[in-house]
């Protein structure tokens, strides 16, 4: 049974560029959640997707964005880059989400580097 | 305020040796808790997830426990290997539908040889 993909694995973008990174759940998952990871904050929740409707929200601002699609893969976008935004990000699916005892299962993240 | 934290922020310990992590939260109304194992470069990795009514629960070498009226839950690792190094993470989840999430910092745990 495949994890959860996410891809790229390493990006480097320049300050104000946008990026868009990808998330596969596993097959049969519906819910896809999108975390920031850096030193100095930990685990930040961005945002969730459950059958293609966003479900709960962090605190970020607007720059950060997603969309989940008819086979529930995610795509988060993160406009006018800051230099701030550099940070591991990892996606997670789960079958029912928030508000279930189902377990998240993580992909290994998408490692953002802003120049 | 709602807020999970975790002591030790790292710890260090010789192979074969037993160690418990410890996460205090102040978040509430709570839902579940979960730990995570975090191998550097990785994704979290799902250990065990604790409802309100669950005291302990176990995996493999990993035990966690839960008191919700102190609001305390502690993983205990048992008979450490080289493998267990990495951080290891208390979250949180929250609201009547748990769709909160509140993340500890993590414990940082290397176990040398």
């Known amino acids: 049974k495949a994890g959860v993909t996410q891809t790229p694995r390493y990006l480097i973008k320049t300050r104000g560029q946008q990026v868009t990174l990808s998330c596969s759940p596993i097959?049969?998952?519906?819910?896809v959640s999108w975390y920031q990871q850096t030193p100095g904050q930990g685990l930040q929740f961005l945002f969730e997707?459950?059958?293609?409707?966003?479900?709960n929200k962090g605190n970020f601002p607007g720059r950060f964005s997603g969309r989940q699609f008819s086979n529930s893969r995610s795509e988060m976008n993160v406009s006018t880059l800051e230099l701030g935004d550099s940070a591991l990000y990892l996606c997670?699916?789960?079958?029912?989400?928030?508000?279930?005892?189902?377990?998240?299962?993580f992909g290994s993240g998408t490692r953002l580097t802003v120049v | 305020k709602n807020q999970v934290e975790q002591s030790p922020q790292s710890l260090i310990i010789l192979e074969g040796k037993n160690c418990t992590l410890q996460?205090?939260?102040?978040?509430?109304?709570?839902?579940?808790l979960r730990w995570y194992k975090q191998d550097t470069g990785r994704g979290p990795v799902s250990l065990t997830i604790?409802?309100?009514?669950?005291n302990t629960k176990s995996n493999g070498r990993y035990t966690a426990t839960l008191d919700a009226d102190t609001k305390q839950s502690s993983l205990h690792i048992t008979a450490s290997q080289l493998s267990d190094s990495a951080s290891y993470i208390c979250?949180?989840?929250?609201?009547?539908?748990?769709?909160?999430?509140?993340f500890g910092t993590g414990t940082s745990l290397t176990v040398i040889p």
């Open positions: 604790m409802t309100f009514s669950e």
């Open positions: 097959s049969g998952h519906r819910s």
């Open positions: 996460c205090n939260y102040t978040v509430s109304p709570f839902s579940n």
């Open positions: 997707y459950f059958s293609e409707t966003q479900r």
């Open positions: 997670a699916s789960s079958r029912e989400g928030s508000g279930s005892n189902y377990g998240y299962t």
């Open positions: 979250v949180v989840s929250a609201g009547d539908t748990g769709n909160q999430f509140y």
